[in-house]
Each structure stands twice: as structure tokens, then as C-alpha cells.
């Protein structure tokens, strides 16, 4: 394991343990952009979910497998429209929503799929990223984000306030945030837009207003 490896993996700790904390004991789990199935495999030791899990790399596939996960290779928007309304109690994009080629399709097709959606993203408003891009011009390059431009796969950063924004254009109800510093430990609790590093939301589908 790198170095780098070992710090994203210390800060995820948190961030799994929120996750597991808005998930039901057996609650019917899809992962999408799964990876190697670390989360997947949490939840299922943590709380039984019934857990599949969704990647385009084979590879990640393979390694879910290694781990007794279920999961399948493919595109997260074309397994999704294989699945009915209500088929799972929770579908998660944990780093993933910045990477989806459409992601407002795709997540109202997981909030049509499952009762519950959570995401976590990077917060590319936070101001160590502002600053970075300020001075030096370039895009933000650390332990978090270690492939240069040209060797990662293309990617949509956003900000806390764009996803506030978007949950409000498309009335989706926010059950539970929850926003973390620039270690990704520790609550952040004012001004996150600015000052978080990471935001984890708990979605549900909007009630339509009484006739």
C-alpha cells in the first residue's frame, strides 16, 4: 500500500462509518462505482445488507469477488434501468457522481431504484482548492486526486452549493448531511461550501404537495 493509499484509506473510515450509520440492518444495498468492494464488504459485516456492487473496471470486479462480494462489471446508467422501482432499500455513489457522463439522469434513476440515495463527493469549493488554482493555475494535485489530467478519467467537480442547488431544481429531499473538514474527520460546521472537504448527503424522492 502507498502512502497516499494509507491517507485516502484513514480519512474513508469516517466516511464509511456515516454511510453505515443511515443504512438498515439487512437493507438491500447497490453500490455504484463499487471499486473493490471495501465499502460493500463494511456494510455487509457491519450491518448484513444484502450488498451488490457495480464497476466498470474488471479488474475491481475481480477483487470484489476475492472478497465475497456480489458485483457486476458494466455502465452504472444501463444496469440501472434493469432494475424496478423500489428494488433496493439504498443505492450509494461514494466518489462517484463526479466521474458518471450524465449525472442528473442517473441519479433520478437511483432515486427511482432505490428508497434511499447516498452520495459523497469531494467539495471542489473548498478554499485549500480555490487557492491552489488561484496560484499556481492549475488543477489541485495531492494524496486525494494523484493522477495528473492527463492520466485519469474525466471528471465533473462540483461543489457543496452546485449539489444544493441541483437537490433544489429537481426537489429532491436532503434527509441528513453532513459535511467534514480538510482531513475528512473531523465535522465541519460552518460555512461548507468554503470551508468542507468532503460532504456525504442522505436523498430521498420529494413528496408532491396536497391537490
Known sequence: MTKS?????????VDFQII?????????????????GVLIEYLMQKKSVYGVGVDVDFDKILSCVKRGVPA?????QEILKC??????????FSRTVEQLARPDA????????????????????????RLNFLRS?????????PSLWYESAPSNAFSVEEFERWCRHRSIRIHHRVYLGRD??????????LLAGY?????GRSIAPSP
Open 106 to 129: 442517473i441519479m433520478l434513476d437511483a432515486l427511482r431504484v432505490g428508497k434511499r440515495v447516498t452520495v459523497g463527493f469531494v467539495n471542489h469549493g473548498f478554499w485549500l482548492n
Open 83 to 92: 432494475f424496478g422501482d423500489d428494488s433496493f432499500d439504498r443505492v450509494i
Open 199 to 203: 460532504a456525504i448527503y442522505d436523498l
Open 20 to 36: 453505515a450509520d443511515w443504512v438498515g440492518e439487512r437493507d438491500r444495498v447497490l453500490d455504484l462505482g463499487c471499486g473493490r
Open 184 to 193: 475528512w474527520k473531523r465535522p465541519c460546521l460552518r460555512f461548507p461550501n
Open 72 to 76: 457486476y462489471q458494466g455502465d452504472a
Open 5 to 13: 493509499t494509507g491517507i485516502v484509506g484513514k480519512r474513508r473510515q
Open 137 to 145: 493555475g492549475n488543477r489541485t494535485h495531492n494524496e486525494v486526486y
